[in-house]
């Protein structure tokens, strides 16, 4: 069985709690605390050795990150979707997954993160980097339903948790028009499933 070495809080691993989930695939959730530093134990290490979550094991494969997780499972579970094919689109997936992973960080995790779990650093410098990142997915989403294409793929779901997050670093995404109809239709998606501070779905 799938295991995800997952933290209730983390948006990094609802990326992957969320993929799973429209995947329909099972899977054992091993809950690690981070203010508890059970990611910091040598036995954790040893599978993920940067010492975060998540990390995905599936069949005696260890994947860390949670873009590479989200890239891993679309490409062996996902039948054609979350992955559109070309050249092209798999490069604006690889953008999108790559300003999941560093700007949208940096600007709209850091901004929640500077305020929910009250860590030392600049919080305006966060927010106006959040703000720049809802700018752009802002702008892109004009006149498109998703990211890359004409369907959901891996690079919605990569953006879609801090964007959703935000607003608990005091920056509101819905003030962003097509940030907010590209929100609302990731959370219509069949099998969405929820988070604290992100809407519960169905399940
Ligand atoms: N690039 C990694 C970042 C993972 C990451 O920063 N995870 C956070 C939780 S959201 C973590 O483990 N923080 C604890 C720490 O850095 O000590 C990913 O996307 O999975």
């Known amino acids: 069985m799938i295991k995800l070495y997952d933290e209730a809080l983390s948006g990094n691993c609802h990326k992957v709690r969320m993929l799973l989930s429209f995947l329909g695939l099972e899977y054992e959730s091993v809950p690690i605390s981070v203010p508890d530093l059970e990611h910091k134990t040598p036995e954790y ?28 499972l679309a490409r062996k579970y996902g039948n054609g979707e979350w992955l559109p094919e070309g050249d092209a689109a798999s490069g604006h997936v690889m953008e999108w997954l790559s300003f999941a992973a560093n700007e949208m960080i940096h600007g709209c995790a850091m901004a929640r993160a500077l305020v929910l779990f009250n860590r030392e650093g600049d919080r305006d410098a966060a927010r106006a980097l959040a703000e720049q990142c809802l700018d752009i997915l802002n702008g892109h989403l004009e006149g498109r339903d998703w990211l890359v294409g004409t369907a959901p793929a891996v690079a919605d779901i990569a953006c879609y948790v801090y964007a959703g997050l935000v607003h608990q670093g005091g920056v509101d995404p819905l003030t962003y028009a097509n940030v907010a109809a590209w929100l609302a239709r990731v959370e219509a998606l069949p099998g969405y499933v929820g988070m604290a501070a992100l809407p519960a779905g169905d399940n």
Do not use: F, T, W
């Open 45 to 72: 290490l040893a599978m993920n050795p940067l010492g975060k979550v998540p990390v995905l094991e599936d069949g005696g494969e260890i994947i860390r990150d949670s873009q590479a997780i989200l890239y891993y």
